[in-house]
């Protein structure tokens, strides 16, 4: 499937939002379409819900990262994942992030960055993603 733009893409160009349920616990270990994990084990499920973020695929070459960025609360468990070009996108290329997202990097309201360990134990394509 996967997803790609028809305009230029500039390096550092704002994506879109990762978003879907929050899972927790038992049901986070599920097989679904999880996209990221945050801290404390809080998964997003983007199987049944989400946006057009969840049909962009996990690449370990990608075009895109994720920041993890708080701005409408302060609660460093609970970031909002966002997601930037990370270099100039040509149209029509495949837009891809990596899920694994090593450096879970959380950047407070005040810009101060927090970082959390990976949490990420689900497998895909038979590889783990970290």
Known sequence: MG???????????FVGEGIGKMLRGME?????IK????VDGFVIDAAQSGNLARFINHSWSPNLYAQYVLYDHEDTRMPHIMLF????IP???????????????????????HKEGCYYGVRARGEALC
């Open 3 to 13: 997803v790609r733009s028809r305009n230029i893409i500039p390096a550092g160009g």
């Open 28 to 32: 986070a270990k599920e097989p679904t």
């Open 35 to 38: 996209l990221f994990t945050h």
């Open 91 to 113: 149209p029509l290329q495949e837009l891809t992030c990596d899920y694994s997202n090593k450096d879970n990097q959380v950047c407070d309201a005040y810009r101060d960055i």
């Open 85 to 88: 070009a990370a270099k100039k």
